[in-house]
């Protein structure tokens, strides 16, 4: 049936509305961002040298002095850029709890009430869960990644050359974002999969005779993903199939919960 001008007309009003609405919490993301972004730039070299402490871990693990780190610059832009990139990994880290609400703020007025109540837990586990896999990379994964390439360097002993490891800042940086952002994905594993149980379209189960298919995707991930050593690679898979585990528990609690409501809803009242 075709749709008359009145019904037109009545449906472009919230349509407008909706736009607005979404233009001002866009703004309030990107200024959120920006504002982020202008303060990492200004300390951008003091957050390198905080992402470069898991290298001087690595090289004490190495038996060598952590002073004696060096990373260098091979174009007169290189180093600029490069702190262009951490005020912009730094400035939405930190401006991604106001980006948050703000999508949380879009989205709330068109869900029911237990649905926004639902809906406000995976919105503080996305950054915990986030922040937590950062943490494992920067203390653990980062240095042993480092100390696994530092093992390669030669010294120059018995005549060989001498081969020296001399990362560059550029390279360096883009490692350790790699592997933040690949173990902060990996990490929201428990979130994604709590999702996809309340909207209906995985159940316990199905993620339990799926767990063998799981494991083998896990380690290809991270084969991909990591440094080619054994250590590395397990060192990511290990955590992801933790995390799947701990998907299906959570994913059962949900369901046990439904049942619940299900069964208060259909019981008789007197």
Not at 16 to 32: K, M, S, T
Not at 48 to 55: A, E, G, M, T
Request: with cysteine; hydrophobic share 55%.
């Amino acid at each position: 049936m075709k749709r008359s001008e009145a019904d037109i007309e009545a449906s472009s009003a919230p349509l407008i509305d909706h736009l607005i609405e979404l233009r001002r919490r866009l703004i309030w993301a990107i200024a959120g961002f920006f504002g982020m972004f202008l303060i990492c730039f200004f300390f951008a070299k003091q957050i390198f040298n905080v992402l470069v402490v898991p290298y001087q871990i690595a090289t004490s693990w190495a038996g060598m002095d952590p002073a004696s780190v060096e990373l260098i610059y091979t174009a007169p832009q290189e180093y600029f850029f490069t702190q262009v990139k951490v005020a912009a990994f730094g400035g939405f880290f930190l401006a991604f709890p106001l980006i948050a609400i703000q999508v949380y703020k879009f989205v709330a007025p068109g869900l029911y009430r237990d649905e926004r109540a639902a809906f406000i837990p995976f919105l503080v586990a996305t950054p915990l869960l986030f922040l937590l896999g950062a943490l494992l990379v920067y203390f653990f994964f980062t240095p042993m990644v480092m100390w696994f390439f530092l093992s390669m360097q030669q010294t120059g002993e018995g005549g060989d050359a001498a081969i020296l490891l001399l990362p560059r800042v550029s390279e360096y940086l883009s490692l350790i974002m790699t592997l933040i952002v690949a173990f902060g994905l990996v990490f929201q594993l428990p979130v994604i999969c709590s999702l996809l149980v309340r909207a209906g379209m995985v159940t316990t189960a199905g993620l339990a005779d799926k767990r063998k298919y799981a494991i083998v995707i896990a380690f290809i991930v991270a084969a991909v993903l990591t440094p080619p050593d054994p250590l590395s690679q397990i060192g990511l898979a290990i955590p992801a199939i933790i995390l799947y585990e701990v998907s299906i528990i959570t994913a059962r609690l949900i369901e046990k919960k439904r049942a619940e409501r299900l069964a208060e809803a259909e019981a008789p009242t007197e």
